[in-house]
């Protein structure tokens, strides 16, 4: 899968367009120096920032886009809504308060967090009323695994945009049902942890494929990503590895390299495991 340098996005079933490659934001705290590593990042040509309401930096990713000079319409915002938020009211509060956070009238992409058991039907509801009230332009899930999505099929006015979930070689087979669910139902999955946090960049069988094409381990990783169809949101607080990261678009890795990468599955979960959800 090839992608035009002026055209890195998915299309969602919203009709949105949210480019392939995204800075996540997990565990950078609220100050000044997430601030700037956002500001970097989209001076850099990051078009797409994933944060969440647990991991309190809302407030700077909202700074970061007023600083960076950006035109709001040309920055793609994901945020999450926390467990803690579940049901109808109060997930509509908690929309409004990450929108006050980032000090903006609207989310490209809301997500709910986690598929918290007994609420997230409710919760689904108030999503679809926060996107036809023009408070988020998409919506979709985040650690639905194929039970969870076809509970949600069954009763949604409007399918999920994405599904954000663990995604890398070392996860690949495993998540196998979730990811053709969500090919087959035109969800794209986006892919967290895509550097597995780190545990596998020094992977000698991953430096062995990265070399041949002058490439890091981690550009690897995002590249894997981007040809099975998933979006990808790698984190990193270094200036230096943030532009490292989306410098993925010159090169294509073979068939039979992305034969070897898919065979590297060891069921590696590198955060929380939501397969024994109910
Ligand atoms: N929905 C969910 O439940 C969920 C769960 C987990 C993550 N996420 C999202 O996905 C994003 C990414 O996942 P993640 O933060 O878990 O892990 P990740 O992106 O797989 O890995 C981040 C780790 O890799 C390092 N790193 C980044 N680029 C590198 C490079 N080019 N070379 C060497 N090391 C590099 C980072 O260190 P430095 O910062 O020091 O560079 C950091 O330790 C999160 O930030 C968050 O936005 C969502």
């Not at 035109?186 to 946090?197: C, E, M, N």
Request: glycine content about 6%; proline content about 5%; overall charge neutral.
């Amino acid at each position: 899968m090839k992608f035009p340098s002026t055209l890195n996005v998915f299309r969602l079933n919203s009709g949105a367009a949210m480019p392939v490659v995204g800075l996540g934001l997990y565990q950078m705290p609220n100050n000044h120096l997430t601030q700037k590593a956002v500001d970097n990042a989209l001076k850099n040509g990051y078009r797409h920032i994933d944060t969440a309401a647990i991991y309190h930096n809302e407030e700077v990713v909202g700074k970061a886009m007023v600083t960076s000079l950006i035109p709001r319409e040309q920055v793609f915002v994901t945020t999450k809504l926390w467990n803690s938020d579940h049901g109808y009211d109060h997930a509509i509060k908690a929309c409004h308060a990450s929108l006050a956070r980032l000090g903006l009238d609207y989310v490209d992409l809301y997500l709910i967090h986690w598929p918290v058991q007994g609420k997230r039907k409710d919760t689904w509801r108030a999503l679809e009323t926060l996107l036809e009230d023009g408070k988020c332009k998409s919506i979709g899930v985040s650690n639905y695994m194929a039970h969870h999505l076809e509970e949600l099929l069954g009763y949604c006015k409007v399918p999920p945009a994405v599904n954000q979930i663990e995604l890398h070689p070392y996860i690949f087979s495993t998540r196998a049902e979730t990811i053709d669910l969500c090919r087959n139902a035109g969800i794209i999955p986006v892919a967290y942890s895509p550097l597995t946090k780190g545990v596998k960049l020094g992977d000698p069988r991953l430096q062995k494929i990265a070399s041949k094409y002058g490439k890091s381990t981690a550009q690897l990783l995002i590249r894997w990503a981007l040809q099975q169809g998933f979006a990808a949101i790698p984190k990193s607080s270094v200036i230096s590895r943030i532009i490292e990261n989306i410098n993925v678009f010159d090169f294509e890795i073979s068939a039979n390299d992305m034969e070897e990468l898919n065979s590297l599955d060891e069921n590696l979960v590198t955060g929380w495991d939501p397969a024994g959800a109910l």
